[in-house]
């Protein structure tokens, strides 16, 4: 991914994603060190940062192995002093939470920034988990931007805060606030600092219990001390009459979302508005002289009643009595993101005004919903279509414990081969239980790549120890597909897209002590059907647990690759007299460049098909051939041999 | 020109309906606008519908355009035309490529263009369906298809009151595949 954006001149007005602008910050203030572990929406600082240190020369950029790793590096560098960020989605923060707490305790040497990207609205997560409560709970501060170019803002005070407490901070990021290009006005890059000292101090970086509660007493002073700073920093703003009855209280994008709303009511000048950067901890004094003789406030904030809670207790505390409206009070959903007409509207009820919102135009006919789907040509078609015959071949039934990646668009049909999906690494862990309590069924953990580095690792330990027999099946597409083709371990590449140490998945399975181990080349179904009925043999009858590998590249990887290195890819077509209609290769196979005719006689097409070749495989009747060949590196490319 | 324009980019994932949204942002950008460009990433992307929110103009904060507010809908597939067709203004305008993609769902039948056109011109809206994708393959590139398609709705909506002719251009001209998304945008906006 190319960000020419991230290193626009000082004082341009250049229109970037808000995580381009938190990394655009980095680059102002003079972050030295970056790590991340991928995940939407929180990927592209990392990206941008990379971007931006291919063409610098600096600051230190990483994708580690997973958000654990992440943040410990990333801890550890400014532990030594140098300003340093770790990124990761929200359900990242969950694995990195272990150190997460102790880093509140030490505190730093330098800037820590904790980027936090959450997913109001689940539009690619399973949940939609509010990470400030991690602020409450670890006591570190949050700073929530309200778009672009306050991500640029709030990054660059959220550093300097961070700096001057030698203190984690937070900066929590949404969908909406990532993924929005917007203009930013940039300012001048500084010289990051890139190597640091470690001083040594075992009463502060050995949290034994000892030590551990002497720094709990400091922290708790510290936080203190972080609340009253907090409240007079003029980051968080006032607009609109002093004496107004009502005020609004718009935190983070729901700044945004409220002062819209205000505007389309014609309430802008009439109505206090407060907008909260550094939510937590709440800016105690400043939300006091705001309340003074309100009849009413109105908290709009993206996720979880977060602020809305904490201000009344605040105001709780100090014998503060005003209505407070929000979520608790059902004016606005505890559900999904912040939709415009939703604030609008809760807004007009409680300011007693008129909206009428535009009904929509409902058309007479509804589409067919479209989900997304597995590329054609994706390698796990083949591996999921062998997959399934291989089951049946074998009479068994399998329970298919999955995993998260591009894969779990095996859940749909015809292959419905993801009966669980639960968090990242889930696949292998689930089925550690699921192989001791269900003796009927043969347990078949799948699990990308870029997974099993980020999780698979001890779960894969486990079974072995513990006797948990199961197929593991490694999706091995040489990348991190789902979230933008980032590279892992596997890969051979480093986040600036240099070459790296290539760990070989196999080789780490034998390491792990695994004795039934096989690779497959995905693009060869035959060969992935025996080596899975192999591994069934193994599960079934010795009660031993066997890896599959399938390795094939990624295809749109694959296809980037074949044009750079200009390579052919072959063309295929269908000999329609030889095609009976069965439909394996549009139905089983589900192959979306084959499609049926009227009569069910199937043609390819051209513009979708990438050249993979399975289909003239999966074809009973030889129906499916080559019309002009490709060159030979393509098999090679497909193999992730070139 | 004051005011807002709000514009739904749509279509499928991986037809370059970002780099469309994008080219609109910036070329607001190079014209002193205020702009927002919300993007959907993630699994979408994999051959899913893909909705991208464009606002340009004056008072705009939010990311999200409203449902019924939308003034103006690009879209790059028929069937997601109707599908989003929620977001527009009972006045807007609907540039639509006549292309059909169908879902791959074993089973599921697409609609039918003349279905479609149907649907939405009975909205009362004012529609433009023309072949994107056909012509953008006679122009060489089927991946144009997207210029094309922001070209004739520059030429037939109020863009051009928001954006000029010149910073469309400067805009485009960052895309990769320079020179035929520029003969592609001057032919379809009648620009010259
Ligand atoms: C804890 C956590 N971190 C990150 C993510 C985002 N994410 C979803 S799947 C995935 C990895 C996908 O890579 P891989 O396993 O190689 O499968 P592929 O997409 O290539 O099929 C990531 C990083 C997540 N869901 N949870
Ligand atoms: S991006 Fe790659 S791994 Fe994901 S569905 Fe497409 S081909 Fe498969």
Known sequence: ?642 | MRGSLNIIVGGVGGQGILSLARVLGEAAVLDGLEALVAETHGLSQRGGSVIVHVRIGENIEAPLIPMGEADIMISMEAMETLRNIGYMRRKGVIVSDTLIIPPSIPGVKPLKLEDIVEAVKSAGLEAHFLSASEEAKKLGDSRVANIILLGYAYRVSHIKDFISPRSLMKSVETLPGRDLNLKALTLYATLD
């Open chain 1, 1 to 642: 991914m190319s960000y020419p954006e991230v290193l626009g001149e000082l004082g341009s007005r250049a229109l970037m994603l808000g995580n381009v602008a938190v990394a655009r910050a980095c680059l102002e203030h003079g972050v030295g060190f970056a790590s991340g572990y991928p995940g939407t929406p929180s990927s592209e600082v990392i990206e941008a940062l990379a971007y931006a240190a291919s063409r610098l020369g600096y600051p230190y950029v990483e994708w580690s192995v997973n958000e654990k790793v992440a943040f410990e590096a990333a801890y550890g560098s400014a532990m030594a002093g140098v300003p340093s960020i770790v990124t990761m989605k929200h359900v990242g923060l969950n694995v990195a939470s272990d150190p997460l707490f102790s880093s509140a305790y030490t505190g730093v040497e330098a800037s820590f920034l904790i980027v936090s990207a959450d997913d109001p609205g689940m539009w690619s997560s399973q949940n939609e988990q509010d990470n400030r409560w991690y602020g409450v709970h670890a006591y570190i501060p949050v700073f929530e931007p309200a778009g672009a170019q306050e991500a640029r803002e709030s990054t660059l005070e959220a550093l300097k805060f961070s700096e001057n407490m030698k203190h984690p901070v937070i900066l929590r990021s949404t969908t909406r606030v990532s993924h929005t290009r917007a203009p930013v006005t940039l300012g001048a890059l500084a010289r990051p600092r890139l190597s640091g000292v470690f001083t040594k101090d075992v009463s502060r970086w050995n949290i034994v219990p000892m030590h551990a509660r002497k720094l709990k007493e400091e922290l708790l002073s510290r936080w203190e001390r972080m609340e009253e700073m907090l409240s007079e920093n003029p980051i968080n703003t006032v607009e609109g009459p002093e004496d107004s009855k009502i005020l609004v209280v718009g935190v983070g994008l729901g700044y945004r979302y409220a002062r819209e709303s205000l505007f389309k009511l014609k309430a802008l000048n009439s109505v206090r508005l407060l907008k909260i950067v550094t939510s937590i901890p709440p800016p105690r004094k400043l939300l006091l002289r705001e309340s003074e003789g309100r009849s009413a406030i109105v908290v709009v904030e993206e996720g979880d009643p977060v602020f809305e809670t904490l201000l009344k207790s605040i105001l709780y505390e100090e014998d503060v009595r005003v209505k407070v409206y929000g979520k608790a009070s059902r004016h606005l959903k505890k559900s999904g993101e912040l939709k415009a007409d939703a604030v609008t509207k809760a807004l007009a009820s409680i300011l007693g005004l008129n909206y009428s919102p535009e009904t929509p135009i409902n058309p007479p006919i509804t589409p067919p919903p479209r989900p997304p789907v597995l590329c054609p040509g994706c390698p796990y078609r083949s591996v999921f279509y062998a997959l399934r015959r291989a089951v049946k071949m074998s009479k068994m039934e399998a329970i298919y414990s999955g995993d998260i990646g591009c894969y779990s668009l095996g859940l749909n049909p015809p292959f419905n081969v993801q009966d669980t999906l639960i968090e990242m690494g889930g696949g292998i862990g689930l089925a550690n239980g699921l192989a001791h309590v269900v003796k009927d069924k043969v347990i078949v953990a799948t699990i990308g790549d870029s997974t099993f580095f980020h999780a698979g690792l001890p779960e894969i330990v486990n079974s072995i120890y513990n006797g948990a027999p199961m197929i593991v099946l490694v999706l091995d597409n040489g990348t991190t597909a789902m979230t933008g083709h980032q590279p892992h371990p596997g890969s051979g590449r480093d986040a600036l897209g240099r070459e790296a140490r290539k760990l070989v998945i196999e080789d780490v399975v034998k390491g792990l002590g695994v004795s039934r181990v096989s690779v497959a080349n995905s693009f060869n179904a035959r060969e992935v059907e025996a080596k899975i009925r192999e591994a069934i043999r193994d599960v079934v009858y010795e009660g031993e647990t066997h890896v599959v590998v399938a390795r094939g590249a990624c295809i749109l990887d694959a296809v980037r690759r074949a044009s750079s290195l200009k390579v052919k890819r072959p063309i295929y077509i269908v000999d329609s007299d030889k095609c009976r209609a069965c439909g394996i290769c549009y139905k089983a196979f589900n192959c979306p460049a084959i499609m049926p005719g009227e009569d069910g006689r199937v043609s390819i097409n051209a513009s979708l098909c990438v050249g993979c070749g399975v289909c003239e495989q999966v074809c009973p009747f030889n129906a499916i051939r080559v019309l002009e060949p490709g060159d030979p590196e393509w098999g090679r490319i497909l193999g992730m041999e070139l």
